[in-house]
């Protein structure tokens, strides 16, 4: 696709952005538009009941990590998405927690320490509350490749019983494929972010097809 959107500068920041949009769609009144069907087969992917549900979406929200490195104390994080599933009376029914990643992996035990600043956060008042505890869920999205040690980190079971569900950019192509397998893809922003999704996965196993002093620097990590 030419003068594809995401292409200038798709960073982690702006995929969040991406993220919460498609998340919001849930809110639509319009039950038949596209980013509405879409929305709902991307949150049922992470496990997430969109039946009769509103969601409000924060971002990079703030989280007590309580963690000591050298001399410094580092007191606190950020989750890449923090989203609100709410009933029909407005109270919270569901949390989803997304760690997003493109070019990078996980760091500095993000998996473990993010679980446990969730759980502990004040205002989300869920440690303690097993239906609470239940319904939380922790999803890592990783485009391009994962390594194994990776997606084994992030499917360890952490305290509660938690871990993180790990959705790759093919299983989110999987939902384009069955969303608009009998209509035509006609939403702009939706088609803009199925090429690029297109494009990195070409763009990672291209060393498969590429001379290897042609190899670019996601050749590489593809290959190995």
Same mark, same amino acid.
């Given at each position: 696709m030419e003068n594809n959107i995401f292409d200038i500068n798709m960073s982690e920041l702006v995929h969040d952005?991406? *993220? =919460?949009? #498609?998340?919001?769609? #849930?809110?639509?009144?319009? &039950?038949e538009s596209l980013l509405y069907q879409f929305s709902v087969k991307f949150l &049922?992917?992470?496990?997430?009941?969109?039946?009769?549900?509103?969601v409000i979406v924060k971002q990079q929200y703030k989280i007590d *990590?309580?963690?000591?490195?050298?001399?410094e104390r580092r007191s606190s994080g950020y989750v890449d998405?923090?989203? &609100?599933f709410l009933n029909d009376k407005g109270d919270v029914e569901q949390y989803? !927690?997304? %760690?997003?990643?493109?070019?990078?992996?996980?760091?500095?035990?993000?998996? =473990? &320490?993010?679980?446990?600043? #969730?759980?502990?956060?004040?205002?989300?008042?869920?440690r303690g509350n097993e239906e609470k505890v239940k319904n939380t869920h922790f999803v890592y999205i990783k485009l391009g490749k994962i $390594?194994?040690?990776?997606? %084994?980190?992030?499917?360890?079971?952490?305290?509660?019983?938690?871990?993180?569900? !790990? #959705? $790759? $950019?093919?299983?989110i192509l999987k939902i384009f494929t069955d969303t608009f397998q009998r209509k035509p893809l006609n939403d702009s922003v939706l088609m803009c972010y199925k090429e690029f999704l297109i494009d990195?996965? %070409?763009?990672?196993? =291209?060393?498969?097809k590429? %001379?290897?002093?042609?190899w670019s620097e996601h050749s590489i990590f593809g290959f190995f």
């Amino acid at each position: 696709m030419e003068n594809n959107i995401f292409d200038i500068n798709m960073s982690e920041l702006v995929h969040d952005n991406i *993220l =919460s949009w #498609i998340i919001r769609g #849930i809110n639509s009144s319009d &039950r038949e538009s596209l980013l509405y069907q879409f929305s709902v087969k991307f949150l &049922r992917l992470m496990d997430i009941d969109t039946k009769n549900t509103k969601v409000i979406v924060k971002q990079q929200y703030k989280i007590d *990590l309580g963690i000591k490195k050298g001399n410094e104390r580092r007191s606190s994080g950020y989750v890449d998405i923090l989203a &609100r599933f709410l009933n029909d009376k407005g109270d919270v029914e569901q949390y989803l !927690v997304i %760690e997003d990643k493109i070019y990078t992996e996980e760091h500095d035990d993000q998996f =473990s &320490r993010y679980i446990k600043g #969730i759980l502990d956060d004040k205002d989300l008042n869920i440690r303690g509350n097993e239906e609470k505890v239940k319904n939380t869920h922790f999803v890592y999205i990783k485009l391009g490749k994962i $390594s194994n040690a990776s997606k %084994e980190k992030a499917e360890t079971i952490y305290e509660n019983n938690k871990s993180w569900k !790990v #959705i $790759s $950019s093919k299983e989110i192509l999987k939902i384009f494929t069955d969303t608009f397998q009998r209509k035509p893809l006609n939403d702009s922003v939706l088609m803009c972010y199925k090429e690029f999704l297109i494009d990195l996965e %070409e763009n990672y196993n =291209s060393f498969s097809k590429t %001379e290897l002093d042609k190899w670019s620097e996601h050749s590489i990590f593809g290959f190995f």
